[in-house]
Nanobody, 124 residues
Framework: QVQLVESGGGLVQAGGSLRLSCAAS????????MSWFRQAPGNEREFVAG????????YYAESVKGRFTISRDNAKNTVYLQMNSLNSEDTAVYYC?????????????????WGQGTQVTVSS
């Protein structure tokens, strides 16, 4: 069992930065692929970034590539999402998710655990 709690969301001006954190509890965290998804009002939840259980592999949605960086610290049971050069299209609720998988799934259906989400609002 893994429980996930996101933090770090908030209101930021366009061009600014935020760092999201996802604290996990549970002994299986270090063996899970971890990802961030986001969901804007009226839209489906979409994949943003993912990282393998070792941290050796990462994958990003095209819309955030070059601006966002995902990382993890297995000693702290935490995964991070550094978001730079934010724009209004990044406004959404951001969710942390864990998959008991050796690959990084991009579909929500392959994730076993979800956090409650944290709101990110980018003002233009």
């Amino acid at each position: 069992q893994v429980q996930l709690v996101e933090s770090g969301g908030g209101l930021v001006q366009a061009g600014g930065s935020l760092r999201l954190s996802c604290a996990a509890s549970g002994r299986t965290f270090s063996s899970c692929a971890m990802s961030w998804f986001r969901q804007a009002p009226g839209n489906e939840r979409e994949f943003v970034a993912g990282i393998s259980w070792t941290g050796a592999r990462t994958y990003y949605a095209e819309s955030v590539k070059g601006r966002f960086t995902i990382s993890r610290d297995n000693a702290k049971n935490t995964v991070y999402l550094q978001m730079n050069s934010l724009n209004s299209e990044d406004t959404a609720v951001y969710y942390c998710a864990a998959a008991r998988s050796t690959v990084i799934p991009m579909s929500t259906k392959f994730y076993d655990y979800w956090g409650q989400g944290t709101q990110v609002t980018v003002s233009s």
